[in-house]
Nanobody, 114 residues
């Protein structure tokens, strides 16, 4: 399975971005799909994930600002990011867990700066 992220870029503080993660095959049977991020010098951390049953989980730092969703028909997972802060700047990675395997995308850069 290939996961391809898109939608990153430069945004001013307070702005919004929507990240997309397109899978090369159906995401219907993945148990969990999520977004992680890694800033320079930091470990990769969970931002949000979404189970096949529809349960969501968010990092405390993004609760109320980010929303994860999935479109099974398009094999795509989204991360809507609002009210972005400079500390949200990082490389964002898509993640999928299923069939006993974890898949990662190549990452997309998000820069938050005025």
């Amino acid at each position: 399975v290939q996961l391809v992220e898109s939608g990153g870029g430069l945004v001013q503080p307070g702005g919004s971005l929507r990240l997309s993660c397109a899978a090369s095959r159906s995401i219907f049977n993945f148990n969990v799909m999520g977004w992680y991020r890694q800033a320079p010098g930091n470990q990769r951390e969970l931002v949000a994930d979404l189970t096949s049953g529809g349960s969501t989980n968010y990092a405390n730092s993004v609760k109320g600002r980010f929303t994860i969703s999935r479109d099974n028909a398009k094999n795509t997972v989204y991360l809507q990011m609002n009210s972005l802060k400079p500390e949200d700047a990082a490389v964002y990675y898509c993640n999928a867990k299923g069939y006993g395997i974890t898949y990662w995308g190549q990452g997309t850069q998000v820069t938050v700066s005025s």
